[in-house]
Every structure is written in C-alpha cells, then in structure tokens.
C-alpha cells in the first residue's frame, strides 16, 4: 500500500489504493510543541536488585558483554546509560556481613517465581558497582522492610555502598520502592492500613536523615549538601494508595535533596486479559494515554510550585509488569512499542527514562548470563533502544516533537538539536507476524511524505528492520547486529542488509519515504548544499 500525505490541508480523502492525508511539516526552528530538553543519558536503566550481581558481575569475572552493550549506547547518545539498582527485590534485601558470596534469595513461588522474596546481600554485592567504568549509578536502599533490625541492616550497609560509589559513580540514592504499594502489596503488606502520605514522608526524613549521618562518618563528601541527592518518590502509579502530590505537599523535599521526581510505568500486565502485541504495545493510542496522566501531574505539580527545578523521569518502566510476556514482550513488536513510548514521553515532558531489566525477565533487553531458562544474548528491546538513543544524540539540549498522525499503527518524530531540525522518525506500528505471511507477497509498507524546511540537501536514511513483529532475532540497526554471538555484542555490519540509503529532497523540498510494516526509519538532514 502507499499513502501519499499531499502538501496542502485537504481534507483526509481516499482515491482507491491511494490515501490522500494532510502533510507532514517540518519547521526549521523548534517549537513550543516539543518537550523540554532531554537529560542526557535519556536512554537508562534499571536493573533489579537482586540481578545487578548478574549483569555487572564481581571484581573477579566483571560482564563483560553488558558492558560492551552499554558502551554500545554511550558512542551514540554521548554518555553511558545511568544505571538505577532497585526494584522489588530492593525492599526485601537484608545486609549479612558473614555471605561469602553476593546473593543469598529465596524464591517463595506463591509471592513471585521471577525473584526471591528473601534476599541477603553479602558484602561482595558491592562489588558489582566497580565493573563497568565511567558509569554512574542510584543505589536504592530498603524502605520496605519496617522493623528495627532492617533499620540496622539498611545503615549497615552505608560505609560499603560509599566506597563502592565514590570517585563519580554515584549519581543520586533512592530510598524505597513504590512505597505505594506497601498497603496492598499482591507480594505483601508492609505497612498498616493507617499508613498515610504523611506517615511516608515522615519515615522517609527520618531514614534518609540517618543515612545522612552514616555517610558523614564514612564517605563526608557524599553527605555534603551538593552531594546528597536522591530520586523520589518512585510510586508504582499515580492512583494507588499513596496520592504523589499530596506527597510532595506534605514535604517530601523539606531538606532540599531530591534532584528528580521519579514515577514508575507499564502498558499493562503480562497475563493480563486481553493484551496483545498490536492492541497493547503497537499501539500509539495505547501509548499515547499511558503518558498522558504523567504530563497531567507536571501540569499539577507546576501549578502548586511543588517541584520546581526537579525534572519528570520514569525511574522504571517496560511493556508489561510482572517482568513480561513471552512472545509479546520479547519480540521486535516490543522494540518498536519502545521507540514510541521513549519518544513520545520525551516530547511530553519525560527527562530520562530508566528501562527495568532482570535475569529471565521477558521484557529484558539483554540477557547477561546464561540459565536454564534464557540464552545469554542481545533480545529485540536492545534494538529499540538504540534507536532511541540516536534520536537524543547530540548533548545536553536535544529536544523531541510529536508529529501526530492519524492512524494508531503509526508515529512520527522530529529531533532538535539546539533548536535546529537535526532528525526525524517514523516507527510504523501495523503488526506483520512473518510466520503467518504468504512467503511469496511482497511485506506491506506505507510511503510519508515530508515537507522539509528550505536549505536541506539531501536525507540520509537509516532503518531498524527485522523479518516482523514476531521476530526474536535477526534484529538490525543501519545493517549492524549487536547480538552476542557475533563479536560479544560489539556492532557488526551485516552483508545481507541494505545500507547508505538516501532520500531525495525535491525542488519543493518535499522528501518520500516507504517505511515496512513493523519497521522503523530514521532520518538525518543534511544542511545546506541542496537546491532546495
Ligand atoms: C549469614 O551468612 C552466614 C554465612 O554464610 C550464615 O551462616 C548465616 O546463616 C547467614 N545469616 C542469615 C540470617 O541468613
Ligand atoms: C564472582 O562471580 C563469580 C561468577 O559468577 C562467582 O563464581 C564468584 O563466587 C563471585 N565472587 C564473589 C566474591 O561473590
Ligand atoms: C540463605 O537463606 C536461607 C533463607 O533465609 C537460609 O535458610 C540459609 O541458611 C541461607 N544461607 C546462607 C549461606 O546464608
Ligand atoms: C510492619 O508492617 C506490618 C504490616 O502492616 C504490621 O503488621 C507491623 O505492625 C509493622 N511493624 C512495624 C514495626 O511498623
Ligand atoms: C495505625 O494503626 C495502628 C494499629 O494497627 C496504631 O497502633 C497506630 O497508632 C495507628 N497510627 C495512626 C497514625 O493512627
Ligand atoms: C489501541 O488502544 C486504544 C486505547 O487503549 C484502544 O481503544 C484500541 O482499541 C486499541 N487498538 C487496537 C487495535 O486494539
Ligand atoms: C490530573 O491530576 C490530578 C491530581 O493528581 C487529578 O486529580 C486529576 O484527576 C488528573 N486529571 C487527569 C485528566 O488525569
Ligand atoms: C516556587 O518554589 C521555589 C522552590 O521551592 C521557590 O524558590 C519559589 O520562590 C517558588 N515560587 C513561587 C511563585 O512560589
Ligand atoms: C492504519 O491501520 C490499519 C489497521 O488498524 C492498517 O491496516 C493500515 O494499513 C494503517 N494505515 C497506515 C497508513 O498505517
Ligand atoms: C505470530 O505467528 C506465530 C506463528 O503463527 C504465532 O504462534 C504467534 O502467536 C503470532 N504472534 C502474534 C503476536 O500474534
Ligand atoms: C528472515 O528471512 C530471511 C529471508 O526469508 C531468512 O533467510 C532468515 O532466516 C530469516 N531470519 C530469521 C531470524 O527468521
Ligand atoms: C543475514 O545474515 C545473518 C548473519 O549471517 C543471518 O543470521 C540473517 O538471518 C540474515 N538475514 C537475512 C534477512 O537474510
């Protein structure tokens, strides 16, 4: 199928096989339409407490392989992803001095088989934090736990935390795990009924004030003022049993130490009835009114100058809690949902975004270590991710619009780099399962239409292809594949793909542009030089 996008504002027309739509237009200068400038690194993660051994590895056999994957991302958007270590498991760990090793969990089936629901870290666990360098970190301590001794074990662990972070790695603490989850908990109740939004903030102060202190003997740089910086709140949504702007009216920054506000996200469940790969997660209305309601809550917060100063991020997110569903969350369909969610909240307002990963876990985007369960390897996410990072490539004031479009199997995207186009993207979202296609039919693509701003030459193109949305491999980015197998996830040009495309930007300055279903494109301006 083509659709032509006509450079004027007709009307949305259909003549046979060809649609015609109102253009694509794309200004020079940025707009008041685009999100704020991104905070590099925008693409992050989150990496679950109890497998941060997994990807990082210890001082003996550091990871390698994640290592390379993460550098993989700093050659792009300019800077390794920061790495928060939290999750659930955060509130579960206890400190044992005596473990000889990183990681005592016991997996309690009824409560989760993905994680332990009893966890001790030993003090080789901080270990991990010194195995990949120039990269910083968010180091989350217990809050779950509410009795004095895990009291003791959280302070227990300053000192060794401290020093595994000094000398630039640490980039903010976090204290607590979505504590609004702590009265209702499926995985356990942590805290009575009582508990209010009061009642966190107070024990919030109070932990994060002994902690304080706990540094201010150990590592005293770290407790000065300039230093001593966390991520809060970290709430698993924006209606649970804690409401996040009453939190912050409450006074959850009274000691002037939270750098960002931090929310979590997913689009849905992983066994949740009814999700699908096109209606859940290749889906831009799906999208679109999952990153909504954070927008609605800077709104909020701006007009009651709560957090002022302290940037939106997403501290945790993914495709579907409850770490994923297979052939949906692993498949290239998810790498593609990916591109559209990280840019979308980008351009509504989301500064960073930190996507969760574990050992087994079916959203992840890699896979650090071989198990029983899962082949150590690249998995599709990766991919988007990449793509993710060259749209924000560019330094510190790179800023993403929305071009909407009509159709929920579709998005677009402009980047600005200090205010100029720079480049620009379409991720086409209509489901192409390859194993159920006619082997002998040609995929189906669609072709946009462009309307560039005078002074542009030419477009080079770069493309994010796999065989379909189904695919769990033979995934590539510009022709490279970053997979395991290949060179340890280092980049290699394939031979069997196409690459060094251009698009020709005509004498009205108009460029076309046929992108595959269940594919992505993205294309950079080349200024100046073109007759246009
Ligand atoms: C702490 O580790 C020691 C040494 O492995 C072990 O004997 C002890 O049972 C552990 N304590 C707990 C509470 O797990
Ligand atoms: C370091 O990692 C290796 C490989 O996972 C493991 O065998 C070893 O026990 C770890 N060392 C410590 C001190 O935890
Ligand atoms: C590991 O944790 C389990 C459950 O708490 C405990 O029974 C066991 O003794 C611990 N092992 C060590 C070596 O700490
Ligand atoms: C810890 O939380 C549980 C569950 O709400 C509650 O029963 C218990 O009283 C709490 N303990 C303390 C010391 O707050
Ligand atoms: C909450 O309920 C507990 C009993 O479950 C009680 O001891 C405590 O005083 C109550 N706290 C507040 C703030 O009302
Ligand atoms: C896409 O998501 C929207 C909002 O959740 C929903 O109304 C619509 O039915 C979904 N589309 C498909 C094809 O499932
Ligand atoms: C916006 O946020 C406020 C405060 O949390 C809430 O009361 C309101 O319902 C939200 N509106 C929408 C449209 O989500
Ligand atoms: C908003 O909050 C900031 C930081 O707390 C403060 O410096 C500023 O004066 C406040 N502005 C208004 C209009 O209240
Ligand atoms: C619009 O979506 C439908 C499926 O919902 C799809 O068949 C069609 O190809 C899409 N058109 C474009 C231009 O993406
Ligand atoms: C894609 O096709 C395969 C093979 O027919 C099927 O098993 C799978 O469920 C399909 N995937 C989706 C997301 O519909
Ligand atoms: C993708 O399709 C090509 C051409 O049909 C085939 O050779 C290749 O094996 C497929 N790759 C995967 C991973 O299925
Ligand atoms: C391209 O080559 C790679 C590596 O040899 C192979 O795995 C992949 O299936 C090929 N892709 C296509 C589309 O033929």
Redesign the pocket.
Known sequence: MRVILFLSLAVATAIGAVIERSPIYLNKEVSSSAGPAVLQPYMSYSIEFCYFPDYAGNKSNPNQFSNQLLDNLAAIQGTKPYIRVGGNTQDYALYNASLEYAINGTIIPSKSEDYPYILYIGPSFFESYSTWPDTKFIHGYNLGKNGSDSLKSLLDTVPLVCKALQGGKLAYWELGNEPDLYKTSSQGIVRPANWTEQGYVDEWLSKSRKIRAALAKSCPEMAADENYKYIAPSFAGLRNSLDPVKTWEDGLDSDKNIALNSEHDYMGGATQPGV?L???LM????TV?NVNPFKNLSRVLAAKNLTTDIPLILGEHNSLYNEGAPGLSNAFGAALWGIDWNLYAASQGIQRQHMHQGTDYRYASWQPVQTEKTTLGTKPPYYGNIFVAEMVRGGSNVQIMNLPLSN??EAAYAAYVNGQLTRFAVVNLVEYNYTDSDPTATRPSVSYSFQLPSGIGSVSVQRLMANGSNSISGITWDGYSYNYELAGGKPVRLSNVTVGETARVDKDGVVNINVPYSSAVLLTVNHGGGSA
């Open positions: 699908t096109q209606g859940t889906n831009h209305t799906a009114n929920e199997t």
